[in-house]
T-cell receptor, first 115, second 114 residues
Framework: ETGVTQSPTHLIKTRGQQVTLRCSSQSGHNTVSWYQQALGQGPQFIFQ???????GRGNFPPRFSGLQFPNYSSELNVNALELDDSALYLC??????????????FGEGSRLTVL | GDSVTQMEGPVTLSEEACLTI???????????LFWYVQYPGEGLQLLLK?????DKGSNKGFEATYRKETTSFHLEKGSVQVSDSAVYFCALSAPGNQGGKLIFGQGTELSVKP
């Protein structure tokens, strides 16, 4: 069983640039969620995708956007990067089934540094 | 809104000491509760979970009991090892959440010395 994989693992951008992060969900999982983890903090929910549509969003501005593809993989796009966007971005997948307890399976993350 | 509060770290213990990391939550209804662990350089891994009041989750010698009356889910281990050094996150999933949104505490760093 293949787990959640993310790419790239590290990247450096400058203010104002745009970035795309990618995630492959665990086999059999049809829901993908993205989290931002600032240094020394807990992960913060950005949004969730199910059936290629955004299905729940946290307190993040519209310049954070995403996609989900038919194979359930996903992208996170951030436009007009700001210094505060520097963080570890985590992707997590889960099966969307009735009675789901909300357990998530996380990738190792993409470390974004904005200079 | 829903929230999770953990005791602040870092927590430094000697090997074989007892561990308790406090976690309290605020939520409507009966959320599911989780402890995730993040080892250095790795992603978050589920350590244990409990889905209803009075449930006890356990794994790798760690335990936590879902206490509805005190809205708590404290993590305990009777004898820690150096390999337990990591950051521990308490989290909740609101009722009706069909996967995706977890609310995390700020994390508690544990350092175990030989």
């Amino acid at each position: 069983e293949t787990g959640v994989t993310q790419s790239p693992t590290h990247l450096i951008k400058t203010r104002g640039q745009q970035v795309t992060l990618r995630c492959s969900s665990q086999s059999g999982h049809n829901t993908v969620s993205w989290y931002q983890q600032a240094l020394g903090q807990g992960p913060q929910f950005i949004f969730q995708y199910y059936r290629e549509e955004e299905n729940g969003r946290g307190n993040f501005p519209p310049r954070f956007s995403g996609l989900q593809f038919p194979n359930y993989s996903s992208e996170l796009n951030v436009n007009a990067l700001e210094l505060d966007d520097s963080a570890l971005y985590l992707c997590a997948s889960s099966p969307r089934v009735a009675g789901s307890t909300g357990e998530l399976f996380f990738g190792e993350g993409s470390r974004l540094t904005v200079l | 809104g829903d929230s999770v509060t953990q005791m602040e770290g870092p927590v430094t213990l000697s090997e074989e000491a007892c561990l308790t990391i406090n976690c309290t939550y605020t939520a409507t209804g009966y959320p599911s509760l989780f402890w995730y662990v993040q080892y250095p350089g790795e992603g978050l891994q589920l350590l244990l979970k409990a889905t209803k009041a009075d449930d006890k989750g356990s794994n790798k010698g760690f335990e936590a009991t879902y206490r509805k009356e005190t809205t708590s889910f404290h993590l305990e281990k009777g004898s820690v090892q150096v390999s337990d050094s990591a950051v521990y996150f308490c989290a909740l999933s609101a009722p009706g959440n069909q996967g995706g949104k977890l609310i995390f505490g700020q994390g508690t760093e544990l350092s175990v010395k030989p």
